[in-house]
């Protein structure tokens, strides 16, 4: 992996949709965006048109991950694209010792089972200076709650809401949005065992319930079009929920600590961990950017929950 002093080249693949908040991001970062990447030459130039329009960029226009890497040569790859692409742009990052930004999940697939998810991970685990960071960005927010009130000495139940807008329905909610319940469940009590999982869906729901540990954890997670946008967290009876306000630049985010009143200040979680993986970039220290094991362990647990007993709630 080539660590750099001046400004990082970064490749967006998968430049529409979230695509285009990455480069956004990225870029008032620091970063230089020098290639996207799309299905095909068509959608690929529709999207350099957009990011051209709202941030006077051009990056060059590709639909060919190789020929974009030999072409451009950029320092980084940031990976934007549907899940079930992730794991061939992963992997070719990694043969390329290109350090990786990915959205989540790490990777996922309509016909992965629990034995060909554990061969693709052996497969990206046996690349030397492999170098990624999974965009598990919520996590922030339990990381600054634990900073202003403090860990307690023993965590018996742990809750996660998170509402969106999402279009995803019944169990593909669980796909899209179970990673960002474990990063912060991994932020709160680190790696331990997975028992007793219990599911249910409606069309616009996702809910379950385990054993993480010692620790009762419930995850209830909806996504509706034209539904209330809503994340909060219990740990034991003290919950946090987020809030934002304005738009632009008088744009903001925090946590409310319910118990209290109090308002916790928080950063753009999102902006939060790019800006962590370009430091990481620009630093001698690798392990500032390599989230790769926390990664591997997130989907892990992502499959085990979601390959459990299911029971269907209509």
């Known amino acids: 992996m080539t660590f750099f002093k001046s400004m990082p080249q970064v490749a967006i693949l998968g430049a529409r949709g979230i695509g285009q908040v990455h480069a956004r991001l990225f870029q008032k970062s620091g970063a230089n965006i020098c290639a996207i990447l799309g299905s095909t030459m068509q959608t690929t130039q529709q999207a350099g048109n957009l990011l051209h329009q709202s941030m006077g960029i051009s990056p060059k226009p590709f639909d060919n991950l190789e020929t974009l890497i030999r072409e ?60 990624l960071a999974l965009n598990t960005c919520n996590a922030y927010f339990m990381e600054r709650a634990l900073e202003e009130t403090g860990r307690p000495s023993t965590i018996k139940y742990f809750s996660f809401k998170f509402y969106t807008q999402g279009p995803h329905q019944g169990k593909n909610i669980a796909v899209d949005l179970l990673p960002h319940g474990f990063s912060l469940l991994i932020t709160l009590l680190g790696y331990k065992k997975i028992m007793g999982v219990l599911q249910k869906m409606t069309p616009n729901s996702y809910q379950c319930q385990f054993n993480y540990g010692e620790c009762n954890v419930s995850f209830d997670f909806r996504e509706k079009k034209d539904g209330v946008k ?17 738009q632009g630049k008088t744009y903001r985010v925090y946590l409310k600590d319910l118990l209290t009143g109090m308002e916790i200040k928080t950063k753009d979680p999102f902006q939060v961990y790019i800006s962590r993986f370009l430091s990481g970039l620009n630093s001698d220290n690798s392990s500032a950017v390599n989230t790769f094991t926390e990664g591997v362990a997130n989907l892990r647990m992502m499959s085990q929950v979601y390959f459990g007993d299911f029971n269907e709630s209509h």
């Open 72 to 131: 451009t040569r950029p320092d980084a790859l940031s990976i934007c694209t549907p899940a079930e692409c992730h794991f061939k742009q992963i992997l070719t990052a990694f043969e390329q010792r290109l350090p990786v930004f990915c959205e989540k999940p790490l990777f996922w697939g309509k016909d992965l089972t629990p034995e060909t998810l554990e061969t693709q991970i052996s497969l990206l685990s046996k690349h030397q200076g492999r170098s």
């Open 230 to 246: 809503h994340l909060a967290f219990s740990i034991n009876d003290r919950e946090f929920t987020r809030g934002q306000e304005g």
